[in-house]
């Protein structure tokens, strides 16, 4: 985990509805065995590691806490420093070691170990020295990223969330957004920030549950109803192709309801047939016009409202972007040949 920036976007939650499922996460205690070994760290080292969490050491901040460049063992470490002060703190504390120490792939971030300690919560993770996409995403960076490093990214992305929801049960991020990715020196992207994940259905298509996630990249249905899908993602990451290709960041369209002012203005380029001018000029045209409105459609299908929405499946998306990433022409296998089935 390296730099990160907070999302403009605040975290929202609603209480549940009557009938709902709850939220519950069980005790850390007696979570599921591990797949893979965690180390439990003393707070003694940490604040070793970081000079007692020496502003010096500051790499990141948000409604989650703090994060700080450590070194453990002589090797740079992110240390996460939950604040438990708020409502969710300690259950997503005890989220993100449930699901990293189960599953590791090499899109997700590494989860190296945690420690809780009095009113302490602080998780260690891997350092990723550049970044958030969001914080490359930014006029200063953005630079930075050619249009095989944004196809690349976006490729990374879906085949992370691929792998997490060909899990048994499915497991569903609930939060993905440029702040969520980050970035390895050789420009690899893995998904971080697993605080809001939950398990999808076992049987069935949905599961019931309190609204979570980031305003303007919820997934519509998944506000109006409460059933989360595999798709609830799904809609998530076509936000982030959106701010990928365009060189922006999503906001929400107002206070109260979900949507994104992104969104809206590139449907509207889309209406009115000037689809490839929502591409960022930074990139000067460095694409093959046919990849790039591969990507559009690719947007567009993902955060498809119908009734019901009618949105590939990540396995689609991470192959047909397999396929873009060796072959940026865009003359590929594509989506829309196998379009998902309702319900998923």
């Known amino acids: 985990m390296g730099n990160c920036c907070a999302s403009n976007a605040k975290i929202f939650r609603y209480p549940e509805s009557e009938g709902s499922a709850d939220e519950h996460i069980t005790p850390v205690s007696t979570l599921s065995p591990s797949a893979y070994e ?3 760290f003393h707070l003694k080292d940490l604040k070793m590691a970081t000079e007692n969490f020496s502003g010096k050491y500051l790499i990141g901040e948000g409604g989650f806490g703090h994060v700080y460049k450590g070194k453990m063992d002589g090797v740079p470490v992110a ?22 120490a189960k599953f590791r792939h090499p899109n997700l971030v590494q989860l190296k170990g945690h420690c809780s300690k009095f009113d302490q919560r602080l998780l260690v993770y891997e350092y990723l020295p550049l970044g958030s996409l969001e914080h490359h995403l930014t006029a200063e960076q953005c630079h930075k990223l050619t249009w095989a490093r944004r196809v690349s990214i976006l490729r990374d992305l879906a085949k992370g969330l691929a792998y997490l929801h060909d899990q048994q049960p499915p497991m569903i991020h609930r939060d993905i957004k440029p702040s969520n ?26 599961v019931e549950t309190r609204v979570m996630g980031t305003r303007a990249y919820v997934d519509p249905e998944y506000y109006a109803t409460g059933k989360l899908r595999t798709r609830t993602d799904v809609y998530s990451f076509g936000m982030v192709i959106l701010e990928v290709i365009t060189g922006q ?14 969104l809206e203005w590139a449907r509207t380029l889309k209406q009115e047939q000037r689809m490839l001018e929502i591409m960022d000029p930074r990139l000067q045209g460095s694409y093959h016009k046919s990849a790039a409105l591969l990507l559009c459609r690719l947007a567009f299908a993902c955060t498809d409202n119908w009734e019901p929405p009618m949105r590939p499946r990540m396995q689609q998306i991470a192959k047909t972007l397999e396929n873009l990433a060796s072959n940026c022409s865009g003359q590929c296998i594509s989506w829309m040949s196998t379009r998902c089935p309702p319900g998923i």
């Open 38 to 40: 965690v180390v439990e």
């Open 79 to 100: 240390i996460k420093k939950l604040d438990i002060t708020r409502c969710q703190g300690h259950m997503e504390w005890e989220a993100e070691i449930k699901t990293l």
């Open 249 to 262: 960041i999503s906001e929400p369209c107002d206070s109260t309801n979900s949507g994104s002012k992104l």
């Open 181 to 206: 990715i980050l970035i390895d020196v050789d420009y690899s992207a893995k998904i971080c920030d697993f605080g809001l994940a939950r398990d999808g259905p076992i049987i069935g298509s949905y």
